[in-house]
C-alpha cells in the first residue's frame, strides 16, 4: 500500500461542546485560533448572546477578515434583565438559523461554530426538526461547532466529538461574580 492509500480522506467534522459546567464557547473559540493558524475561514454565529458587552465581541473583531462574528440572539430568555417576548427571541434565533445554513453552504467557510444552539433548541426557539436538517445540510468538507448546554441525544448520536463540560467547583459559590477578561 502506498502512501497515498494510506492517508485517510479528511471529513469535516460535527463537533458538541454541552454541559453546564463553564468553557463550551471557550472551547470552540479555542479551536477559532487553531483554525486561523492554518489560514482557515471562520464563521461564528451567536444564537443565544447579544445583549450583553463581553470580552470575545472584541476579541473576535481582531480576527477579521478571518474570522466573521455574527452577534443574533437577543440576548439570555427570560433570566436577569430580558424583557423581550418569546417572539422576539423566537424571530431572531430563525433569524441566526437562516443565516446558519446560508453560510454553512456558501463555500467560503472552513469551520462554521454555531454558539448556544444547543439552549436556542432547549428553550423551543429552534425546533428539534430544524436541528436535525440544519445538520443534514453540513456539506462533508465543513467543520461545524455546536456549543451550548442540554444538547439532544440525537445531536450527540451524529456527532463525531462530544465533549461535556461538568461543573466542579465555581467562584460564584464563594460569592465571587464575573470577572471580565475571564468569564465575559
Known sequence: MDARENKQKEKGLLI?????GKGKTTAALGMTIRALGYGWQVCIIQFIKGSWKYGEMDGIKKLAPNVELNIMGEGFVGIIDDNKSF??????ARKAYDLALEKMQSGKYNLVILDELNVAVSLGLITRDELQELVGKKPEQLHLVITGRDATEWLIGQADLVTEMKEIKHPYQKGIL???GVDY
Open 16 to 20: 458538541v461542546y454541552t454541559g453546564h
Open 87 to 92: 417572539e422576539e427571541h423566537r424571530a431572531a
Open 178 to 180: 464575573a470577572q471580565k
